[in-house]
T-cell receptor, first 115, second 113 residues
Framework: GESVGLHLPTLSVQEGDNSIINCAYSNSASDYFIWYKQESGKGPQFIIDIRSNMDKRQGQRVTVLLNKTVKHLSLQIAATQPGDSAVYFCAAPHLTQGGSEKLVFGKGTKLTVNP | ETGVTQSPTHLIKTRGQQVTLRCSSQSGHNTVSWYQQALGQGPQFIFQYYREEENGRGNFPPRFSGLQFPNYSSELNVNALELDDSALYLC????????????FGPGTRLLVL
């Protein structure tokens, strides 16, 4: 079946610490994976993606790691700031019954940054 | 802020009624995908429109239908509303079928009483 899930529903960190958000996926055929950030009252916002032929990708203060052996990816946020407080989703493409592609999202991890 | 807009922002309906939600895609984007996000859950794919035709559908009943117009804006229609239809409805536009390029709108919050 299709599944993209997160290990922890909530994560609380101190400002300035590093945050790690984890995600397990089931579709080994996914070509890429995406991390989204959703702030209260807003739609999901693209953070970073990683292709399946990569193990690591870095952005501004964020790093995504992909372990295809155990079907796991993680999002690392360096020097977490109060503005990083949000719900974070991982998403992966799956095929619809008609053969087109859709994104399947995990349930999300709520990150709270304490000042 | 993305260039994707949705209307209305909030809506209250009663069971059995019909609702139409609207989405304007970002300039240059010809694909619109619709998602339903229940409280505390991740978005669930409803369907996608590409060049005015439905290009894929998730596990939603036929009472969920849509349209895409020549300017690539889109509508989501839901008939015979049920209480469980209460959710945030998100649309996302993308350039072609590259879902990794999609941008989300702010959503329409629907409450069915």
């Amino acid at each position: 079946g299709e599944s993209v899930g997160l290990h922890l529903p909530t994560l609380s960190v101190q400002e300035g610490d590093n945050s790690i958000i984890n995600c397990a996926y089931s579709n080994s055929a996914s070509d890429y994976f995406i991390w989204y950030k959703q702030e209260s009252g807003k739609g999901p916002q693209f953070i970073i993606d990683i292709r399946s032929n990569m193990d690591k990708r870095q952005g501004q203060r964020v790093t995504v790691l992909l372990n295809k052996t155990v079907k796991h990816l993680s999002l690392q946020i360096a020097a977490t700031q109060p503005g990083d407080s949000a719900v974070y989703f991982c998403a992966a493409p799956h095929l619809t019954q008609g053969g087109s592609e859709k994104l399947v999202f995990g349930k999300g991890t709520k990150l709270t940054v304490n000042p | 802020e993305t260039g994707v807009t949705q209307s209305p922002t909030h809506l209250i309906k009663t069971r059995g009624q019909q609702v139409t939600l609207r989405c304007s895609s970002q300039s240059g984007h010809n694909t619109v995908s619709w998602y339903q996000q229940a409280l505390g859950q991740g978005p669930q794919f409803i369907f996608q429109y590409y060049r005015e035709e439905e290009n894929g559908r998730g596990n939603f009943p036929p009472r969920f239908s849509g349209l895409q117009f020549p300017n690539y804006s889109s509508e989501l229609n839901v008939n015979a509303l049920e209480l469980d239809d209460s959710a945030l409805y998100l649309c996302a536009s993308s350039r072609g079928l590259a879902l990794e390029t999609q941008y989300f709108g702010p959503g329409t919050r629907l409450l069915v009483l």
